[in-house]
C-alpha cells in the first residue's frame, strides 16, 4: 500500500479563510460541514450537507463531567490513493480535510482529530501521557433532525424510531431521512483504540436523538480512541460501497501479503444428513474428502472444516473426533490444490490461545474460523495479532466485534459473521432482513453469510441434519440464492449446499464458478433497505451484476450506463423463471445470452424472494 498523491498542508490562515467559521472544517466539495463549539464547559458538533442540518449540536465526551475548553486549531488536507491486498476496490481515494482541535479536559491536555470527506466524517480523540491511568468514557450524542426510521444492527431488524425512546441501539445504525438522505452511525480504527470494547448505543427518550458510548483506562502517550463515523449518502447502496471507514482505519505494514488469497469455497456443517441415494453425508474423513473433490473438479479455493471435527481441547491439546483423520483431510486437499479453513470453539475448553494459532499453522490449515469468542475486543485485538504473525486468514463467528474497516489493517480477516447466516434463527433471516444486512451489517465490513443453497426444497422438507427447526419457512429462489453471493462484499465466498446439488443445476453455478471475490470497481444502482438491491461490480472487462428481491414480486431497470463508451458485451442472464416463487416454486430459473451496450436498460425480472444476475463480457467495438 503507498500513497500516490502527495499530501498537502494548508496553514492555519490559509484554513479559516477556505473554510470559514472558526472550528468549522469542509469536505473538498464544499457539501459536507462539521462545526464544533465549547460552552458551558461543554463540546459540541454539528453536521450539515449542502447548509441542510444532518446533525444538530451534539456534546461529546472523554472524560465524564470534565470542563472543556478550546485553545487552539490547525487545518490540513490529505489527498492521496492506496490499494488494498482484495476488497470491492483495486484502488481507493482518501481525499479529504482534517481539524485538529487542541483542547483541555478539566486542565489536561487533550486533542480532537476530525478528518471531513465528500462521504462522511469521522472524529477520535489523542490523549497525552498524564491521562495514563484515568478512565476515559467516550461518549458521542447524535441528535438526528428529520428522521423518520432506523434500522438496526446484526441481525437486520428494523427498528422505527415511535415508542422505542430509551432502548439498546445497535451498531451500526443507518437513519433515514424524510428527504430520502441515508446516514449510516459506525466506528473505525477500534483496534488502535487499545482497552477500548465496541460502542454501545442507546436511544433517547425524545426519540430524536441516540448516544454511543464506550470505556477504557487510558494508557498514556498517544492512547487513542476509535473514530467515531458518520456516513452519508443518497441510499442505502451509497453506503455500502462507502469507503470512509477503510479510509479511517490504520494501514497495513505487512510488507508480504501474497499469502492472503481470497476466494470461494464449500462448507460441510449445512450437509450432515444430506443423502444422494448411494451416500450421506457426515462429520467424517470421507464426507470431507468428497467435498474437497467437488472444490478441486470446480475450481473452488477453499474448504471450511466446521464443528465437531475434535471433541475437546484443553491446556495445548486437542481431542480429535474418531471419524476425523484431520491431517490426511489437510494432506489430501493440499495435493489438489484446496485450501483448508479449519473451525475452533472456545467453549469445547481452552486450548491455550498463546500457542492455538501457531498449532493451526503447524496442523497446515490456511485459516481459522473462530467461533464463540465472546464481544471482547482485547481479545479480538489478540487473535489478529496472532492470526497474522501465523500467516493464516481468520473468519470470526458467532457474534464477533465488528471492528470496522479492520480489514485494511488486517487484510487476512477476511469475513465474520456480524449478521445472521442463512439458516440461523428463521424470523430472523427472511428476503428482507437480508436486504436490510446488506445495506446496515456490511457497514462494519466483509460478511460470512453462507449464501448459495440450490436445494432449496430439500432444506425446507427437512432433509438435513441442521436444517430449518421450522420447516418449509426458508424463503428464495435459486438465482436470489446466486445473487447474492455478489451482493455481499466478503473474502470467504462459503457456499453451504452439498455438491450434488450444484450439479444438477451445473449451468447456474457456472456464474458462481467464474465469479471472483475481489474487484476493481463495485456501485450500486438500485436500493431501498428491506426491499430491494442491485450491486454491479468490475474485474477487468467484465462486470457481473446482482440484484435480490424481498417478498413483493417486482422488475427492477438496471441501466447499463457503467459501460464503456463505443464497446459491446455479451451478457448472460441469469433470472427466475415465469412460475419462480421464493416459496411454491424456488428452483426454477432460465437463462439467456444477448448483446448489449453502454446505455441499454436490462429490465431485472424477480419472484417473491427472488433474484436476478448477469455476466458482461467485452466482446468487441460498436
Not at 83 to 100: A, N, T
Not at 190 to 213: K, P, R, V
Request: glycine share 10%; net charge negative.
Amino acid at each position: 500500500m503507498r500513497n500516490v498523491i502527495s499530501i498537502i498542508l494548508v496553514s492555519l490562515l490559509a484554513g479559516a479563510n477556505v473554510l470559514g467559521a472558526a472550528d468549522k472544517a469542509k469536505s473538498p466539495s464544499g457539501e459536507i460541514a462539521v462545526s464544533f463549539d465549547t460552552k458551558k464547559g461543554g463540546l459540541f458538533y454539528s453536521v450539515s450537507k449542502s447548509g441542510v442540518p444532518i446533525v444538530a449540536p451534539s456534546q461529546i465526551e472523554i472524560f465524564e463531567g470534565a470542563k472543556m475548553e478550546r485553545v487552539d486549531r490547525s487545518f490540513s488536507e490529505s489527498d492521496t490513493s492506496w490499494k488494498p491486498v482484495w476488497g470491492q476496490f483495486s484502488e481507493i481515494r482518501d481525499h479529504h480535510r482534517e481539524l485538529d482541535l487542541s483542547l483541555t479536559a478539566d486542565g489536561m491536555p487533550v486533542t480532537l482529530l476530525c478528518r471531513v470527506f465528500d462521504a462522511g466524517i469521522g472524529f477520535r480523540f489523542v490523549l497525552p501521557e498524564e491521562s495514563k491511568g484515568k478512565q476515559m468514557d467516550f461518549v458521542s450524542e447524535y441528535k438526528v433532525l428529520d428522521s423518520v426510521a432506523h434500522f438496526a444492527g446484526q441481525y437486520g431488524r428494523e427498528v422505527i424510531l415511535e415508542g422505542n425512546g430509551g432502548k439498546r441501539a445497535n451498531i451500526p445504525m443507518v437513519t433515514v431521512r424524510a428527504d430520502g438522505l441515508h446516514i449510516g452511525f459506525l466506528e473505525s480504527d477500534l483496534y488502535s483504540a487499545a482497552g477500548f470494547g465496541l460502542m454501545n448505543g442507546t436511544i433517547d427518550a425524545t426519540e430524536t436523538s441516540f448516544s454511543a458510548a464506550s470505556s477504557a483506562v487510558s494508557i498514556g502517550e498517544g492512547q487513542l480512541t476509535a473514530w467515531r463515523t458518520i456516513l452519508i449518502g443518497e441510499s442505502g447502496g451509497d453506503l455500502a460501497v462507502n469507503t470512509v471507514a477503510l479510509n479511517l482505519a490504520a494501514p497495513c505494514t505487512l510488507d508480504d501479503t501474497s499469502w492472503i488469497k481470497p476466494g470461494k469455497g464449500l462448507w460441510d456443517w449445512r450437509v450432515h444428513g444430506y443423502d444422494n441415494g448411494e451416500f450421506v453425508y457426515d462429520i467424517d474423513t470421507r464426507s470431507y474428502l468428497r467435498f474437497i473433490d467437488f472444490c478441486a473438479e470446480q475450481g473452488l479455493e477453499y474448504f471450511t472444516v466446521d464443528d465437531h471435527w475434535f471433541k475437546s481441547a484443553e491446556d495445548g491439546k486437542m481431542v480429535v473426533s474418531p471419524e476425523v483423520d484431520i491431517e490426511k483431510v489437510i494432506t489430501y486437499a493440499k495435493d489438489r490444490g484446496v485450501k483448508i479453513m479449519l473451525y475452533y470453539d472456545r467453549k469445547k475448553g481452552n486450548f491455550g490461545d498463546e500457542t492455538l494459532f501457531s498449532h493451526y499453522a503447524e496442523l497446515g490449515a490456511t485459516g481459522m474460523k473462530y467461533g464463540f469468542m465472546g464481544n471482547k475486543a482485547d481479545f479480538t485485538r489478540n487473535a489478529m495479532d496472532a492470526a497474522m504473525e501465523n500467516r493464516l486468514l481468520i473468519n470470526f463467528h458467532d457474534g464477533p466485534v465488528p471492528m470496522a474497516g479492520v480489514e485494511r489493517t488486517f487484510p487476512n480477516l477476511i469475513s465474520r459473521e456480524f449478521c445472521h447466516g442463512q439458516q440461523d434463527s428463521r424470523k430472523a433471516f427472511t428476503p428482507e432482513t437480508f436486504l436490510r444486512m446488506a445495506m446496515v451489517s456490511a457497514l462494519s465490513g466483509p460478511l460470512d453469510m453462507s449464501n448459495g443453497n440450490f436445494g432449496i426444497r430439500s432444506i425446507n422438507a427437512g432433509e438435513r441434519k441442521k436444517g430449518p427447526r421450522k420447516l418449509n419457512s426458508y424463503i428464495s429462489t435459486v438465482v436470489s440464492e446466486v445473487a447474492r453471493n455478489l451482493v455481499i462484499y466478503t473474502g470467504l465466498v462459503t457456499l453451504p449446499d452439498a455438491p450434488e446439488e450444484y450439479r444438477k443445476k451445473i449451468d447456474l453455478f457456472e456464474f458462481l464458478k467464474v465469479m471472483p471475490v475481489t474487484w476493481d470497481d463495485s456501485l450500486v444502482p438500485n436500493s431501498k433497505i428491506g426491499e430491494y438491491i442491485t450491486v454491479a461490480r468490475r474485474s477487468g472487462d467484465t462486470w457481473f451484476v446482482a440484484s435480490v428481491n424481498d417478498q413483493t414480486e417486482r422488475t427492477l431497470n438496471v441501466s447499463l450506463d457503467f459501460l464503456e463508451e463505443g464497446r459491446v458485451y455479451e451478457v448472460d442472464l441469469y433470472q427466475d423463471a415465469g412460475d419462480s416463487h421464493g416459496v411454491r416454486n424456488p428452483e426454477a430459473y432460465e437463462i439467456k445470452t444477448m448483446t448489449v451496450r453502454k446505455g441499454d436498460v436490462i429490465a431485472a425480472r424477480m419472484a417473491v424472494g427472488g433474484g436476478h444476475a448477469m455476466v458482461l463480457r467485452l466482446v468487441g467495438r460498436n
